[in-house]
């Protein structure tokens, strides 16, 4: 039935997409995000992700909220952005109205009851009852300046189960100056069929009026509900990061940006090379997680695991779609592990630029399968010290651990003593700290000292054990720094999870030295803080 009608051409149609990640994706259970956080990740949406239209509040929520709307609204003005940023508001005596207005809005997205259950449970109210009251909301919005957009609230159950309520409400209301009628799925029954019909039958009824589709994703179909509404004749969608909402959250921005333009063709004016970012910014200021294997922006996604794929590449991209990495200011990556064949290897060997004989990468092939097996995750990072494991190879052993004791003791410091040596020079410190691995790096930052070096500031740290370890298993800490040439991230494997966390330490200061060891042998000039390592 999809294919069976389009409303328009879809080479010459643009789709609008709005983001409501700062306020219905705030309705995810433990986010809140801060001013100054709402700020930035508004300014990242509109200026660098280009969405269409921003929904960035709740009206009358908390003064917090009213400062963080005011600060964007302020910015947005200045940019032009001002009558793109929209907040949420009620029927509620215009309370919304000023909360709106003394924080410098200019759009209103009136709430409005999309079903008759609602209407009668809620607000114990009569379809004409309801909208005389939305009529008198908009009049007064319009008399002070406001553009309006009307929420048709539980509209998916309200066209299921009474239909002309909905119709009778949309009438009502048609010549009221409502810029777009928002049709949200709010509890993510919908299935893509429906979906088509019921906007279909909308836009069919009423042609002369504007459409938007808001969706929920509760049985996963938020994304597949979006491009029938579109398909259907939508004229604009909406979306959050990384899926951000209430319950099982709304449809992905990427998601969606990225299937209109190659499932359908239709036009969108996201920056795709700015949703990693992005989606980054989310994942850090909500504290949500998303998978590894996300689409678009996940970890994981331009990642090749199986050595015939990597092989496939190789001889002619034979794996390759118009997903590709660089589309979205990424890197394709090859993983090593159990499941990697040559061509795996290969591919990470010529991203570092390093030559090994075919005879060696046998070596160091079957030594990345060992550690797979042992579901020790292995990075592109850790293929030197592989390597040098392997072939016995002093380029990456400029530092060595060669002692180290730490010992903590309940509501005491932690303590850790270490013998280190760096390039032909053995160097003792001692070092106290709020846990084993502070007082280790505080050790550390001693010997460095002494050569001029400040350790790089540590970005990340995430520990980490296979599924169903037992007590004695190996712990994997990987840890991310911020070093001079962008992020470092390291890992280092112990059943301790202390020297664990050691050995990812000093894999980063091996990495450093080299680093400033090759820029010397180069001509070049390394960084300071890394060329005071070599000498």
């Known amino acids: 039935m999809l294919d069976e009608i389009d409303h328009m051409t879809q080479s010459s149609r643009y789709v609008s997409i709005l983001d409501t990640t700062l306020r219905d994706g705030e309705q995810t259970q433990s986010v809140c995000f801060s001013p100054d956080e709402k700020v930035n990740l508004a300014k990242a949406l509109l200026e660098q992700v280009r969405v269409d239209r921003l929904e960035v509040a709740s009206a009358r929520v908390s ?21 793109r940023v929209e907040v949420l508001g009620f029927v509620d005596k215009g309370e919304s109205l000023d909360w709106i207005l003394g924080a410098g809005g200019r759009v209103l997205n009136l709430l409005a009851k999309g079903s008759e259950k609602h209407c009668r449970g809620q607000l114990g109210k009569t379809l004409d009852q309801h909208a005389a009251d939305v009529r008198a909301t908009l009049s007064a919005a319009r008399a002070r300046g406001l553009t309006v957009n009307l929420y048709l609230e539980d509209w998916s159950n309200g066209y299921r189960d009474n239909p002309d309520y909905v119709f009778g409400l949309v009438e009502r209301l048609a010549d009221s100056g409502i810029g777009h009628f928002m049709l949200p799925d709010t509890l993510g029954i919908m299935t893509p ?15 002369d009026l504007q459409f938007d589709f808001h969706p929920h994703n509760d049985y996963g179909l938020a994304t597949a509900n979006v491009l029938a509404a579109v398909r259907a004749g939508a004229a604009t969608v909406h979306c959050t990061v990384n899926c951000l909402g209430e319950r099982a959250g709304n449809a992905s921005l990427a998601e969606v940006a990225v299937n209109l333009r190659d499932q359908l063709g239709y036009q969108v004016g996201i920056d795709e090379t700015h949703l990693a970012r992005v989606s980054e910014l989310v994942e850090y200021f909500s504290g949500k997680r998303i998978a590894d294997n996300a689409p678009i922006v996940g970890a994981d996604v331009f990642t090749q695991t199986a050595g015939i794929h990597a092989d496939g590449d190789k ?24 499941l990697a064949g040559k061509a795996s290897l290969a591919k990470n060997l010529e991203r570092l630029d390093i030559d090994l004989s075919e005879a060696n990468q046998r070596k160091v092939l079957k030594r990345i399968v060992e550690l797979g097996d042992s579901k020790k995750t292995i990075t592109i990072e850790d293929l030197p010290f592989i390597i040098a494991e392997v072939l016995e190879s002093k380029d990456y ?25 760096l390039n032909d020079e053995t160097h003792t410190a001692v070092g106290s700290g709020n846990g084993g691995f502070d007082a280790f790096m505080s050790a550390l930052a001693k010997v460095v000292k002494r050569r001029g070096l400040t350790l790089p500031p540590l970005l990340d740290y995430e520990v980490r054990i296979p599924k169903g370890g037992r007590t004695d298993a190996l712990t994997e800490c990987s840890i991310t720094w911020e070093a001079e040439e962008g992020e470092l991230r390291t890992r280092g494997v112990h059943s301790n999870q202390v020297f664990a966390a050691i050995g990812a330490t000093m894999r980063m200061l091996n990495i450093l030295m080299h680093r400033a060891i090759a820029e010397q042998r180069a001509g070049g000039t390394a960084p300071p803080a890394e060329r005071a390592l070599v000498t």
């Open 63 to 83: 003064s917090g909220e009213a400062d963080a709307v005011a600060q964007i609204i302020a910015w947005a003005e200045e940019r032009g952005f001002a009558d």
């Open 193 to 207: 069929e429906g979906v088509f019909a019921a906007v279909s039958d909308m836009i069919g009824r009423f042609p």
């Open 397 to 421: 052993d400029h530092a060595e651990l060669l002692a180290c004791s730490v010992a903590s003791t309940l509501d005491l410091e932690s303590t850790a003593s270490i013998k280190l040596r």
């Open 315 to 338: 001889k002619g991209s034979l794996y390759h779609t118009r997903l590709s990495p660089e589309r979205f200011a990424r890197r394709r990556k090859y993983a090593l592990g159990k």
